[in-house]
T-cell receptor, first 114, second 111 residues
Framework: SAVISQKPSRDICQRGTSLTIQCQVDSQVTMMFWYRQQPGQSLTLIATANQGSEATYESGFVIDKFPISRPNLTFSTLTVSNMSPEDSSIYLC???????????FGPGTRLTVL | GEDVEQSLFLSVREGDSSVINCTYTDSSSTYLYWYKQEPGAGLQLLTYIFSNMDMKQDQRLTVLLNKKDKHLSLRIADTQTGDSAIYFCAEGNTGGFKTIFGAGTRLFVKA
C-alpha cells in the first residue's frame, strides 16, 4: 500500500479566496485522484490527475474552479478557487493500488469557508 | 446512473456481530469494496470482493455478495469499540477507477 500525506489537514478560509491542497505519496504512482466528501455525504470524484498532461474532470467540475497540477509521479495539488461556503468539504487525495483496482486515500483536508 | 445505497447508522453492543448492508445498481461492476473511515482520517481499504465470488472471509470480516439482488454485506464478528467508524461500500470496474461510493454507514459500538 502507499502512504499518502496531505497539507494542510484543515483550514478555515474567507469567501472569494483560494486554497491549494498538496498531496504527497511515498512511491511513484501512475494514477492520482481528487475526491470531495461533503458533510454527511459520500465521496464524489472531482478529477483524475495525469502526470504531464491536463487533469480529467468529472461532470460538474471544471478546471477554472479546481485547477490541478501533477508535476511528477509522487505529487499533486488541487486548488479550490474563488471559494464559497458551498465548497466547505473534506478533500481527499487518492492513488491507485497495484492490484484489483484498489485505491488508497490520504487523510483528507477539511475545508471550512466562511 | 450508478448508485450505491447503504443505511446511515448502526448501533451494536461490544462483542456482538455487526452487519452493514449495501445495495448497488451497476451490474457490470467488477469489484465491490468496503472502506473504513475513522474520525479525522482518510479512508482505509478494509476488504474487497470480486464480482464472481459470493463470499470472502478475512479474520473478523465476512463479505457476502448476492449478485442477483445486487446486495453486499459486511459482517464484523466480535465487534469492538475500536470498530466504531464510518463504513463505505463502493463498486468499481477494472481499469476505469470510476469507483462509486455509498454515503457511508456510521457504526456505533456500545461498551
Amino acid at each position: 500500500s502507499a502512504v499518502i500525506s496531505q497539507k494542510p489537514s484543515r483550514d478555515i478560509c474567507q469567501r472569494g479566496t483560494s486554497l491549494t491542497i498538496q498531496c504527497q505519496v511515498d512511491s511513484q504512482v501512475t494514477m492520482m485522484f481528487w475526491y470531495r466528501q461533503q458533510p454527511g455525504q459520500s465521496l464524489t470524484l472531482i478529477a483524475t490527475a495525469n502526470q504531464g498532461s491536463e487533469a480529467t474532470y468529472e461532470s460538474g467540475f471544471v478546471i477554472d474552479k479546481f485547477p490541478i497540477s501533477r508535476p511528477n509521479l509522487t505529487f499533486s495539488t488541487l486548488t479550490v478557487s474563488n471559494m464559497s461556503p458551498e465548497d466547505s468539504s473534506i478533500y481527499l487525495c487518492s492513488v491507485a493500488g497495484t492490484e484489483e483496482d484498489t485505491q488508497y486515500f490520504g487523510p483528507g483536508t477539511r475545508l471550512t469557508v466562511l | 446512473g450508478e448508485d450505491v445505497e447503504q443505511s446511515l447508522f448502526l448501533s451494536v453492543r461490544e462483542g456482538d456481530s455487526s452487519v452493514i448492508n449495501c445495495t448497488y445498481t451497476d451490474s457490470s461492476s467488477t469489484y465491490l469494496y468496503w472502506y473504513k473511515q475513522e474520525p479525522g482520517a482518510g479512508l482505509q481499504l478494509l476488504t474487497y470482493i470480486f464480482s464472481n465470488m459470493d463470499m470472502k472471509q478475512d479474520q473478523r470480516l465476512t463479505v457476502l455478495l448476492n449478485k442477483k439482488d445486487k446486495h453486499l454485506s459486511l459482517r464484523i464478528a466480535d465487534t469492538q469499540t475500536g470498530d466504531s467508524a464510518i463504513y463505505f461500500c463502493a463498486e468499481g470496474n477494472t481499469g476505469g477507477f470510476k469507483t462509486i461510493f455509498g454515503a457511508g454507514t456510521r457504526l456505533f459500538v456500545k461498551a
